[in-house]
Nanobody, 117 residues
Framework: QVQFVESGGGLVQAGGSLRLSCSAS????????MGWYRQAPGKQRELVAN???????NYADSVKGRFTISRDNAKNTMYLQMNSLKPEDTAVYYC???????????WGQGTQVTVSS
């Protein structure tokens, strides 16, 4: 079973930047459409951005123009560059293959991002 490990979160001031990484186990990473998700306290988990096998990207309106998703299939790794961070970006950030998102046991621990005003 594929597993995901997120890293790179932290505490940053509004306007700052962070780069998240997602390391995936297994040999199927390169074939998966991958997504970054986030869950803020008291809210449902939401999709922030996704990237196809070939690199086509999509973003939630709330992060468009500020976040950039990318992947390195040779390293089984996906990234999320987050610029111009806002307090409302505060959440636990997760990565997952989009076809696995409904499986409760497919999620990793996530990485906490906290943006102070």
């Amino acid at each position: 079973q594929v597993q995901f490990v997120e890293s790179g979160g932290g505490l940053v001031q509004a306007g700052g930047s962070l780069r998240l990484s997602c390391s995936a186990s297994g040999s199927t990473f390169g074939r998966n459409v991958m997504g970054w998700y986030r869950q803020a306290p008291g809210k449902q988990r939401e999709l922030v951005a996704n990237i196809s096998r070939g690199g086509t990207t999509n973003y939630a309106d709330s992060v468009k123009g500020r976040f950039t998703i990318s992947r390195d299939n040779a390293k089984n790794t996906m990234y999320l560059q987050m610029n111009s961070l806002k307090p409302e970006d505060t959440a636990v950030y997760y990565c997952n293959a989009m076809h696995l998102a409904r499986k409760a046991d497919s999620w990793g621990q996530g990485t906490q991002v906290t943006v102070s005003s």
